[in-house]
């Protein structure tokens, strides 16, 4: 081998991308390491396999292949989905180019499932920003009103109280259901002002296990009552993250306090802290009711409930501090069985 073949071998195992390339044949010639992983190849059954053969299962690249080698043409940068035999879905951007003036053809494919999920949750943290801004000026043109009728109510039934016979009570009962109706307003209207707050962030170094300690601390009476057993299964040598305090324990009150509502008969509730490639990672495990798979990817979104007296807004405004501070947060969850929620934060840097 001579040195520049042995520095593209190198240059090419190296590439964060999957690359594969064919003759004039059809033929596979070569294919990087990565691109092996990515397809489940078995690695000497590459060279010398067509195309047919090797993206059996990936009609969309065969495709795009076939496009290339056939009709001479390319594609540049395309995104593709493609459905995982376990359900999850696959984000891939692929490009193809031509390998000595047209007689071969040169597929690369990158995995961008993380920028794209990455992608989905700053499109959700600034609807929600957005939503916000429009949440706050509609709540206080609406509230001075509010405050109007609800005084002219109260009024109202002191004026009749001067009324006698049944007359008056039948009154007394339409009051009570506008009363009703009106604090119901208020309270969406205070929801709407709640979420619509975007607190500034106080940063210092912060424990994670400590902002833990402490919500776990605060809702304990609420577990026994509950029968929740809590547990806690914190690493000694976490390293500290640079975040406030306050609002890092309305994250994780609001996952835990979720928690507790999936556990209606009891269970059980860890919190656990690790390490993981340069992140702070906060565990929260509980063995409640799940969410179905279908609406997993729904519990993020604002307003989604599926409680009575819910808001819906606990996780969109969990998801929105740990945004933050340049983190984010996953779930995994089964119905039966339970859901755990992750959160990773980037270590304080020393
Ligand atoms: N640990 C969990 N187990 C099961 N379902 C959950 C869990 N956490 C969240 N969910 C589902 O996600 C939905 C949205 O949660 P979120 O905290 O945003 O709103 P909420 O709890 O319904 O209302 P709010 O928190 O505003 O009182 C819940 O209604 C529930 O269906
Ligand atoms: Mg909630």
């Given at each position: 081998m001579d040195m520049a073949t042995d520095y593209s071998a190198s240059i090419l195992e190296g590439l964060g991308e999957g690359i594969v390339a064919f003759d004039q044949t059809h033929r596979a010639v070569m294919a990087n390491a990565h691109l092996i992983a990515l397809m489940g190849w078995d690695k000497r059954a590459?060279?010398?396999?067509s195309p047919e053969v090797l993206f059996a299962q990936r009609p969309e690249l065969l495709r795009i292949l076939n496009e290339g080698m056939k009709n001479k043409v390319l594609v540049s940068d395309m995104d593709l989905v493609h459905h995982n035999a376990d359900g999850g879905l696959q984000h891939l951007r692929v490009s193809t180019s031509f390998l000595n003036t047209q007689c071969g053809l040169v597929l690369a494919v990158r995995d961008v499932s993380e920028i794209k999920r990455m992608e989905w949750e700053i499109f959700q943290v600034e609807k929600m920003t957005a939503l916000g801004r429009l949440a706050a000026s509609v709540a206080h043109e609406v509230r001075n009103p509010l405050g109007a009728i609800d005084i002219q109510l109260q009024l109202l039934e002191e004026d009749l109280d001067e009324l006698s016979s049944a007359l008056k009570e039948r009154l007394v009962g339409r009051l009570n259901i506008a009363q009703t109706e009106m604090k119901r307003l208020d309270r969406l209207v205070y929801n709407f002002l709640r979420f619509s707050r975007t607190p500034k962030l106080h940063l210092r170094q912060v424990s994670l296990n400590d902002v833990v300690r402490r919500v776990f601390e605060l809702v304990s009476p609420e577990a026994r009552e509950r029968e929740v057993v809590l547990r806690l299964e914190l690493s000694d040598g976490l390293p500290a993250i640079n975040g406030d305090e306050d609002q890092l324990g309305q994250a994780v009150l609001n996952i835990v306090v979720n928690a507790f509502q999936s556990m209606a008969e009891g269970g059980d509730l860890i919190a656990g802290t690790q390490t993981e490639s340069g992140q702070v990672c906060l565990m929260l495990k509980d063995t409640g009711c799940g969410i179905p798979e279908e609406e997993v990817d729904r519990i993020?979104?604002?307003?989604?409930?599926?409680?009575?007296?819910?808001?819906?807004?606990g996780l969109s405004i969990a998801q929105r501090i740990i945004y933050q501070h340049g983190g984010h947060i996953d779930v995994e969850s089964r119905p039966e069985w339970g859901t755990t929620f992750r959160v990773y934060l980037p270590e304080h840097e020393r």
């Open positions: 590459v060279c010398g396999a993020f979104e604002f307003y989604y409930t599926t409680k009575d007296e819910g808001t819906g807004l």
